[in-house]
């Protein structure tokens, strides 16, 4: 039943989204699988399993079935667009948003390393949008800042507690000597840092950025866009960002429960704060790694749990 409500919730079918997904997978009506042992609790996309059949069989023609296709951006609502990330859960990659505005666009979350957030701006161009004056990160984990520092010229901006923590992460020797080391002190690292290694090729010019621009509690940027801080089991700086002339809530993480090698077994979805954050002046509802919601299907979900 909790896998079930996991799945109703981050992957529910989402038909009148106007997403192209990274991934032709995901344009299929597929039943959603709930990675338990992602790292981050993600949830994707993928075939339905057969009776009897192993887990890792399902991802194995989940994967046999992708058709790869360069990140692209797609019109959600209003100002904002969105670029999925990669649907597979090892790669451990989030997806981005652009809040679009002439006078400077918002990039919600960085990518997960400067190769990814490249990609990003690439498509960016190809969609005719402008050039991100701030840099909003949802929250301080990698795969959301990793790629900040192929971000040049940008302020960066996110909850106060996010500064100490990536000061902290900036001052570790990474290197892909480095995470071998950390697996095999706590295996329970694995997937991440794996996931880690794929996606730096090189250590040469990477950086970890703290933000130059903190707040508190509630902050609004000078293009109507405004950042809520929530916190929650997930990461302590976690950060919703709003955009209400768009009708439209960017969640990041949130509500998903704690990273795997810092998971208890009570730990869940934080249904609660879910439903704290519907509003109704807000029609879409998007977190990080899955398909954008509207109001009816979050509340609808919410309830049932």
């Known amino acids: 039943m909790r896998d079930d409500l996991c799945s109703a919730y981050l992957c529910a079918p989402v038909t009148s989204a106007p997403v192209a997904y990274r991934y032709a997978e995901q344009r299929l009506r597929a039943p959603a699988l709930a990675c338990a042992d ?36 797609s019109h959600l609502a209003g100002r904002v667009w969105l670029c999925p990330g990669d649907p ?9 948003a ?17 190769a990814h957030a490249r990609e ?44 100490p923590l990536l000061r902290a992460e900036a001052a570790r020797p990474w290197s892909h000597d480095y995470l071998d080391e950390q697996i095999r002190a706590n295996p329970r690292l694995g997937p991440s840092f794996r996931a880690r290694a794929r996606a730096v090729g090189s250590w040469a010019d990477f950086a970890i950025l703290p933000p130059t621009r903190v707040f508190a509690d509630l902050d609004e940027l000078p293009v109507g866009v405004g950042l809520r801080h929530v916190g929650g089991g997930h990461a302590p700086d976690s950060t919703v960002v709003l955009v209400p002339d768009s009708g439209v809530m960017l969640l990041g993480d949130c509500f998903y429960p704690p990273p795997a090698h810092l998971r208890q ?10 439903r704290r954050l519907l509003d109704g002046a807000y029609h879409w509802y998007v977190s990080s790694h899955a398909e954008p919601m509207t109001l009816e299907q979050a509340r609808s979900a919410a309830e049932a749990a």
Not at 133 to 162: F, K, N, Q
Request: hydrophobic share 40%; charged share 20%; net charge negative.
């Open 265 to 274: 077994p009570e730990d869940g979805l934080d249904l609660g704060l879910v």
């Open 98 to 114: 652009v809040v679009a505005d002439e006078r400077g666009s918002v990039m919600i979350d960085a990518g997960q390393s400067p």
């Open 38 to 73: 992602h790292p981050a609790g993600r949830w994707y996309s993928a075939p339905s399993p057969r009776i009897g059949e192993r887990h890792d069989s399902v991802r194995a023609r989940y994967r046999r079935s992708i058709t790869i296709v360069a990140p692209q951006f």
């Open 120 to 163: 990003i701006q690439a498509a960016l161009t190809a969609a005719g949008l402008p050039q991100p004056r701030w840099l909003v990160y949802t929250h301080h984990h990698w795969d959301h800042v990793w790629g900040a520092c192929a971000w040049p010229g940008v302020e960066i901006v996110g909850h106060e507690t996010a500064v």
């Open 88 to 96: 597979d859960p090892e790669a451990v990659q989030a997806g981005v």
